[in-house]
């Protein structure tokens, strides 16, 4: 099972376009435009995203097609092994490792005209990378992460402390009235935080290129102690909106979420407000990070003048920094890109972007792709059926091992 970060968390509070593509872009006339991008963007990130290719084409003299496209990778899949694809699609790092095995991909590292060494974040230049290789199949847009999210109008600070946190849960927590004390999505990356918390990995890819898996590790026990702890304090419905609701209603004081939530609480007139990573007796709150990156589909390849193009597009977009400084203000994307200065971020973007910098990056291997649902799996008996940790993530530890093994 893949873990698509962005349709988990994004599609079930409504805010993914899911404008499906009908046909091919190009129709019987061939592909449109000098370049072509297909996307899954949120209402205002789409807008957004119109405006900056407005501003390219008038500066350029060409033409971007681009499309909002639902059920993003089972199109890509279906349309660049047809030879029908985009050049371009923009989704999470986690798909490089996975799509660059299956030949979706380009590597354009001899044709760019930056240094993305001495442009972009370390984290960054990491996820557009390939694991165990020099390939650059994407450039960076932004970093995301998890952090706490607590409401003004029932606590005065938000928590300095786990325990902290477990106190302010226990003071709210009302389920009889529908109120609770703490509120989150519930899967492997939004609950990365805790199960890293103590040293232990999901997963790591060592110079060898052997995958090590850290699920039967005391740490990653730990981890998910604490994972349960909170659980006692949250809505028992799993379901994304069930968690999601009590929060952005007032009757939760505490959350986890990331900065694609924040428009949407916005324009749901939640109140809120972003806050540090609290500390955690032993360990460290440590988060996955995702960057936000824009492929070179391998149909770059095809025709020599659209892949200029799409480099050109890909480069300007990436490293101009007032479009950078665009999406920390108005979606609150943390900047990858060195040039920006940190302290002129907004509050929140800067909160963020001290949880970014706390987390660890999400495996782009493509074995990662077996881990996520064994893990979840796990994390759900254990959470709903009050299930030994041990025992349930050695158990998904073999499965995934097994997996690899096939």
Same mark, same amino acid.
Request: net charge negative; aromatic share 10%.
């Given at each position: 099972?893949?873990?698509?970060?962005?349709?988990?968390?994004k599609?079930?509070?409504?805010?993914?376009?899911t404008s499906?593509?009908?046909?091919?872009?190009?129709?019987?006339?061939?592909?449109a435009?000098d370049?072509?991008?297909w996307?899954?963007?949120g209402?205002?990130?789409?807008?957004?995203?119109?405006?900056?290719?407005?501003?390219?084409?008038?500066?350029?003299?060409?033409?971007?097609a681009?499309?909002?496209?639902?059920?993003?990778?089972?199109?890509?899949e279906?349309?660049?092994?047809?030879? =029908?694809?985009p050049?371009?699609?923009?989704?999470?790092?986690?798909?490089?490792?996975?799509?660059?095995?299956?030949g979706?991909?380009?590597?354009?590292s001899?044709?760019?005209?930056i240094?993305?060494?001495?442009?972009?974040?370390?984290?960054a230049?990491?996820?557009?990378?390939?694991?165990?290789?020099?390939?650059?199949?994407a450039?960076?847009g932004?970093?995301?992460t998890?952090?706490l999210?607590?409401n003004p =109008?029932?606590?005065?600070?938000?928590?300095?402390?786990y325990?902290?946190?477990?106190?302010?849960?226990?003071?709210?927590h009302?389920?009889?009235n529908?109120?609770?004390?703490?509120?989150?999505?519930?899967?492997?990356?939004?609950?990365s935080?805790?199960?890293?918390?103590f040293?232990?990995?999901?997963?790591?890819?060592?110079?060898?290129?052997?995958?090590?898996?850290?699920?039967?590790?005391?740490?990653?026990?730990?981890?998910?102690?604490l994972?349960r702890?909170l659980y006692?304090?949250?809505?028992?419905?799993?379901?994304y909106?069930?968690?999601?609701?009590?929060f952005?209603?007032?009757?939760?004081?505490?959350?986890f979420?990331?900065?694609?939530?924040?428009?949407d609480?916005?324009n749901?007139?939640?109140?809120?407000?972003?806050a540090?990573?609290?500390a955690?007796e032993?360990?460290?709150?440590?988060?996955?990070?995702?960057?936000?990156?824009?492929?070179?589909?391998?149909?770059?390849?095809?025709?020599?003048?659209?892949k200029?193009t799409?480099?050109?597009?890909?480069?300007?977009?990436t490293?101009?920094?007032?479009?950078?400084?665009?999406?920390?203000e108005e979606h609150?994307?943390i900047?990858v890109?060195e040039s920006?200065?940190?302290d002129?971020l907004?509050?929140?973007?800067?909160?963020f972007?001290t949880?970014?910098?706390?987390?660890?990056p999400?495996?782009?291997?493509?074995r990662?792709?077996q881990?996520?649902?064994?893990?979840e799996?796990?994390?759900?008996?254990?959470?709903t059926?009050?299930?030994?940790?041990a025992?349930e993530f050695?158990d998904?530890?073999?499965?995934?091992?097994?997996?690899? =093994?096939?």
């Amino acid at each position: 099972m893949d873990m698509d970060r962005r349709t988990v968390l994004k599609g079930a509070s409504g805010i993914v376009a899911t404008s499906a593509l009908a046909g091919c872009l190009g129709g019987d006339d061939g592909p449109a435009g000098d370049m072509t991008i297909w996307y899954d963007l949120g209402e205002g990130e789409e807008e957004s995203l119109d405006q900056w290719i407005g501003t390219f084409e008038d500066d350029t003299d060409q033409e971007i097609a681009s499309e909002a496209v639902g059920e993003l990778q089972d199109r890509i899949e279906t349309a660049v092994a047809s030879g =029908d694809g985009p050049e371009m699609w923009n989704w999470a790092h986690d798909w490089a490792g996975d799509h660059y095995d299956r030949g979706f991909l380009t590597d354009v590292s001899d044709d760019l005209n930056i240094d993305v060494n001495e442009m972009y974040s370390d984290p960054a230049v990491e996820g557009i990378q390939p694991p165990g290789t020099d390939a650059v199949v994407a450039l960076p847009g932004a970093g995301e992460t998890m952090t706490l999210f607590y409401n003004p =109008d029932l606590i005065d600070e938000p928590p300095e402390t786990y325990s902290e946190m477990l106190s302010i849960a226990e003071e709210y927590h009302n389920p009889a009235n529908g109120e609770y004390g703490f509120t989150q999505d519930v899967n492997v990356y939004t609950f990365s935080y805790a199960l890293q918390a103590f040293g232990s990995r999901v997963l790591e890819v060592d110079e060898n290129d052997e995958a090590i898996l850290g699920l039967e590790e005391d740490g990653m026990i730990q981890g998910m102690e604490l994972v349960r702890d909170l659980y006692q304090y949250m809505p028992n419905d799993l379901d994304y909106d069930a968690q999601i609701s009590p929060f952005v209603n007032g009757n939760a004081p505490l959350h986890f979420n990331g900065p694609w939530a924040v428009g949407d609480f916005n324009n749901q007139d939640a109140t809120f407000e972003v806050a540090e990573l609290p500390a955690v007796e032993g360990g460290e709150f440590t988060p996955f990070n995702g960057i936000d990156m824009w492929y070179f589909s391998d149909m770059v390849s095809e025709n020599e003048d659209r892949k200029a193009t799409t480099i050109e597009f890909a480069e300007w977009f990436t490293t101009t920094e007032e479009i950078v400084q665009h999406y920390a203000e108005e979606h609150s994307y943390i900047p990858v890109l060195e040039s920006i200065d940190q302290d002129a971020l907004p509050d929140q973007v800067a909160t963020f972007k001290t949880a970014f910098d706390q987390g660890v990056p999400m495996p782009n291997d493509s074995r990662m792709n077996q881990v996520w649902g064994p893990l979840e799996d796990a994390m759900t008996e254990v959470l709903t059926a009050d299930a030994d940790i041990a025992t349930e993530f050695s158990d998904a530890a073999e499965s995934i091992r097994d997996s690899w =093994d096939e």
